[in-house]
């Protein structure tokens, strides 16, 4: 009677187990982009990222736009579009998840045509705007030298 019991027993824990199993790999497959960042906040697309990105003590706004992204200084509300006519894109609808970096050393990767060169480690010295796919890779948006860049994160 009691292998009976314990048969039952064993049935129930496996099933048990092979159900949570099947639940966390389905919760790890819906989960989000894994990013190369140790320290960020997540943004909806459609959201504004108020930060104090050029390092002014008041609190910048940047909005991602199909074809640039659009920085209003916190201080005097002037508008700095980067787009192709400053050197960074001209179209962003690749872009699948944006945000905020606060980690203090990133990377950037060096490419010519189409293939990696070498990748380097860059020190950000305030948070940075960073624009990803998951597929593509992405890079950063920083301020430095009171001049925005961008750093190249894909291959």
Not at 47 to 55: A, F, H, M
Not at 83 to 96: D, I, L, R
Request: charged share 25%; aromatic share 16%.
């Amino acid at each position: 009677m009691k292998s009976i019991v314990y048969y039952y027993l064993f049935v129930l824990i496996m099933s048990y187990l092979e159900f949570l199993n099947s639940h966390i790999s389905l919760i790890s497959k819906k989960s989000e982009t894994a990013l190369p960042y140790s320290k960020y906040q997540n943004y909806k697309l459609s959201d504004t990222i108020n930060i104090d990105l050029n390092t002014d003590k008041f609190k910048d706004k940047i909005i991602l736009k199909p074809n640039c992204i659009e920085i209003f200084d916190g201080k005097s509300n002037n508008v700095l579009k980067l787009n192709k006519k400053n050197n960074f894109y001209n179209n962003y609808k690749w872009v699948e998840s944006w945000g905020v970096v606060y980690d203090k050393i990133t990377f950037r990767n060096v490419v010519k045509n189409s293939e990696l060169l070498y990748t380097e480690e860059i020190k950000l010295k305030n948070p940075s705007v960073f624009l990803w796919n998951e597929e593509l890779g992405g890079g950063i948006i920083t301020f430095k030298n009171k001049k925005y860049y961008w750093i190249h994160q894909a291959q």
